[in-house]
């Protein structure tokens, strides 16, 4: 699908379905459509009048020859004026789903409602992301295949909402790059969808550097060997299991300044986990495919940020590997040494995504790194603590932590600070190694990022984003499909670019 800017005032090839949306007032009485919409007013107000405006309600009218569409699709969405971005992209999701099934090939789209959270650049690149994300789908496994003909052009009206005094250009602008994070993300939830015999550590490694090659970015890809000379001894502890080899991926791009340091993004890649000899129970296990979407976020990250050349120069890292129970795979009792010198009991072989990540951040110290941020599915205990609506964010750093939290709420891509502090270190402590992997129930969260901050660099900025709560979805949930979300990829392009404004506001442009 392509999202086109239309300026109404300006004529454009005729289209399928022409879509508008209806508000009521508080007391139930239906709106007059807004004048703005002269060209299609006259319908809309009878097309209107049986449904009124309320929440669900659909109305659709022929509309007469010599109109920039042949029918008038009437959304009812309520009686708010602002739209909180979950509703917007459930509305949009029931709008997709609709057009497609009427037959609906291209449509004119006129976007009344402002965002909460969001100023005008944040509502319009978040509505056009997830229109296009709305039309996501992933049947390549379905022999039938798909046959219902797909949306493929929708023209979005300039004039009303968060378009209402936005030049041409610049909605245009903005389109393009909304555009390339839904292609991107579409990518990272296919990455995450496509099961795990299908997406093994070397099948992700070269789905990484292929997709990274083709920007651009520079892209080196570890194999066993490479992994055991540079002593990862955690990453080949969880591999030890699998008859599949680890792999580790290595993305640099350079859109910054020469010399300036840049930020190292970490990403689990557990292709499949199904918690080793601590094996987890059968019921739901089929989840833990998508236990790599943490290096498919920061895999997703870099090829977005290369696509909207942003000037920033970013450095992804992914540990890839399967966690597995076999007769050679760790257990539980061994003790493992890292890349750094440290060693961990093992007390649980399923606590695996911290024993991989922590080889990973040690890794990222090379290159002295302005900030590093983690992003893992690691632990249920953070889907328990928050539910679905918000991954968990963890660091010492204030600055970084409220930087993210802000970028998250302004993607409509939330997450909520738990502490690091020292006290909790307690419950990693062993009695036979420098800690151990597992800290038991109480706290499992936030016992996995103390883990984790046990391998940080010493003096970079760090943040661990726990995302087990909004990385997949086993259904349908607030708008989005059944899998993989692409959750992160947003939110960090947000946060770069906020700091990449922050930066040239205090050093100027050069
Ligand atoms: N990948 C899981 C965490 C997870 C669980 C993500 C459910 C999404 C949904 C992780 O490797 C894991 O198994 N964590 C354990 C840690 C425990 C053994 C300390 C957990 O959460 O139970
Ligand atoms: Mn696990
Ligand atoms: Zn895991």
Same mark, same amino acid.
């Given at each position: 699908?392509?999202?086109?800017?239309?300026?109404?005032?300006?004529?454009a090839?005729?289209c399928?379905?022409?879509?508008?949306?209806?508000?009521?007032a508080?007391?139930?009485a239906?709106k007059?459509?807004?004048?703005?919409?002269e060209?299609?007013?006259?319908?809309?107000e009878g097309?209107?009048?049986?449904?009124?405006?309320?929440?669900?309600?659909?109305?659709?009218?022929p509309?007469? #020859?010599?109109?920039? #569409?042949?029918?008038?699709?009437?959304?009812g969405?309520?009686?708010?004026?602002?739209?909180?971005?979950?509703?917007?992209r459930?509305?949009?999701?029931?709008?997709?789903?609709?057009?497609?099934?009427?037959g609906?090939?291209?449509?004119?789209?006129?976007?009344?409602?402002?965002?909460?959270?969001?100023?005008?650049?944040?509502?319009?690149?978040?509505?056009l992301?997830?229109?296009?994300?709305?039309? $996501?789908?992933f049947?390549?496994?379905?022999?039938?295949?798909?046959?219902?003909?797909?949306?493929?052009?929708?023209?979005?009206?300039?004039?009303?909402?968060p378009? #209402?005094?936005?030049?041409r250009q610049?909605a245009?602008?903005?389109?393009?790059?909304?555009?390339?994070?839904? +292609?991107?993300?579409?990518?990272?939830?296919d990455?995450?969808?496509?099961?795990?015999?299908d997406?093994?550590?070397? =099948?992700?490694?070269?789905?990484?550097?292929?997709?990274?090659?083709?920007?651009?970015?520079?892209?080196?890809?570890?194999?066993?060997?490479e992994?055991?000379?540079?002593r990862m001894g955690?990453?080949?502890?969880?591999?030890?299991?699998?008859?599949?080899?680890?792999?580790?991926?290595?993305m640099?791009?350079?859109?910054?300044?020469? /010399?300036?340091?840049p930020?190292?993004l970490?990403?689990?890649g557990?292709?499949?986990?199904?918690g080793?000899i601590?094996?987890k129970?059968?019921?739901?296990m089929g989840?833990?495919?998508?236990?790599?979407?943490? +290096?498919?976020?920061?895999?997703?990250?870099?090829?977005a940020a290369?696509?909207?050349?942003?000037?920033v120069?970013?450095?992804?890292?992914?540990?890839?590997?399967?966690?597995l129970?076999? /007769?050679?795979?760790?257990?539980?009792?061994?003790?493992?040494?890292?890349?750094?010198?440290?060693?961990?009991?093992?007390?649980n072989t399923?606590?695996?995504?911290?024993?991989?990540? #922590?080889?990973?951040?040690?890794?990222?110290?090379q290159?002295k790194?302005? +900030?590093i941020?983690?992003y893992?599915?690691?632990t249920?205990?953070?889907v328990?603590a928050?539910?679905?609506?918000?991954a968990?964010?963890?660091?010492?750093?204030?600055?970084l932590?409220?930087?993210l939290?802000s970028?998250?709420?302004?993607t409509d891509?939330?997450?909520?600070?738990?502490?690091?502090?020292?006290?909790?270190?307690?419950?990693?402590?062993?009695?036979?190694?420098?800690?151990?992997?597992?800290g038991?129930?109480?706290?499992?969260?936030i016992?996995?990022?103390?883990?984790?901050?046990?391998?940080?660099? +010493? /003096?970079?900025?760090w943040? =661990?984003?726990?995302?087990?709560?909004?990385?997949?979805?086993d259904g349908? =949930?607030?708008? $989005?499909?059944?899998g993989?979300t692409?959750?992160?990829?947003?939110?960090?392009?947000?946060?770069?670019r906020?700091?990449?404004?922050?930066?040239?506001?205090?050093?100027g442009? =050069?």
């Amino acid at each position: 699908m392509k999202v086109v800017i239309r300026d109404p005032s300006r004529s454009a090839p005729r289209c399928g379905a022409y879509v508008v949306f209806a508000t009521q007032a508080k007391d139930g009485a239906r709106k007059p459509v807004p004048a703005a919409l002269e060209e299609v007013k006259n319908v809309a107000e009878g097309a209107l009048a049986p449904t009124g405006g309320g929440e669900g309600a659909l109305s659709v009218a022929p509309l007469p #020859a010599g109109s920039p #569409a042949e029918r008038l699709y009437v959304f009812g969405a309520g009686s708010a004026e602002i739209l909180s971005p979950r509703k917007a992209r459930t509305l949009f999701r029931t709008v997709l789903k609709t057009l497609e099934k009427n037959g609906e090939t291209s449509a004119i789209l006129d976007f009344p409602f402002g965002l909460e959270r969001m100023d005008g650049v944040e509502s319009r690149e978040f509505l056009l992301r997830t229109f296009l994300l709305s039309a $996501y789908r992933f049947d390549r496994y379905k022999s039938e295949g798909n046959t219902a003909p797909e949306l493929t052009t929708v023209r979005w009206n300039l004039g009303r909402g968060p378009w #209402a005094d936005v030049s041409r250009q610049e909605a245009e602008r903005e389109a393009r790059e909304a555009a390339a994070v839904a +292609a991107v993300s579409a990518l990272v939830r296919d990455a995450g969808n496509t099961p795990s015999n299908d997406l093994v550590p070397r =099948h992700f490694a070269a789905w990484a550097a292929r997709e990274g090659k083709a920007r651009g970015i520079a892209v080196r890809v570890l194999g066993k060997k490479e992994i055991v000379k540079e002593r990862m001894g955690g990453l080949l502890a969880v591999n030890r299991g699998a008859a599949e080899e680890p792999r580790f991926v290595v993305m640099e791009y350079r859109g910054g300044r020469r /010399g300036e340091a840049p930020v190292v993004l970490v990403g689990k890649g557990v292709t499949f986990d199904s918690g080793g000899i601590s094996i987890k129970p059968s019921e739901k296990m089929g989840e833990m495919k998508w236990d790599m979407m943490g +290096a498919a976020t920061v895999v997703g990250v870099i090829l977005a940020a290369a696509d909207t050349r942003l000037a920033v120069n970013l450095v992804a890292l992914a540990p890839l590997t399967e966690n597995l129970p076999s /007769g050679s795979a760790y257990k539980p009792g061994d003790i493992v040494r890292f890349r750094n010198g440290k060693t961990a009991e093992i007390d649980n072989t399923d606590a695996e995504g911290r024993v991989i990540l #922590a080889d990973a951040l040690d890794y990222a110290g090379q290159w002295k790194p302005s +900030a590093i941020v983690d992003y893992a599915t690691l632990t249920g205990a953070a889907v328990v603590a928050l539910g679905l609506e918000a991954a968990v964010v963890f660091s010492p750093d204030d600055s970084l932590s409220t930087g993210l939290i802000s970028a998250g709420e302004r993607t409509d891509e939330r997450i909520w600070r738990l502490p690091v502090w020292e006290e909790y270190r307690e419950s990693i402590r062993s009695d036979w190694a420098d800690m151990k992997n597992s800290g038991g129930r109480w706290g499992g969260s936030i016992n996995g990022a103390m883990f984790l901050k046990e391998f940080v660099p +010493a /003096g970079a900025a760090w943040a =661990h984003l726990d995302i087990a709560p909004t990385a997949n979805y086993d259904g349908e =949930h607030g708008g $989005y499909p059944t899998g993989a979300t692409s959750f992160g990829v947003a939110l960090t392009l947000r946060w770069l670019r906020d700091r990449l404004a922050l930066k040239r506001a205090v050093d100027g442009p =050069h």
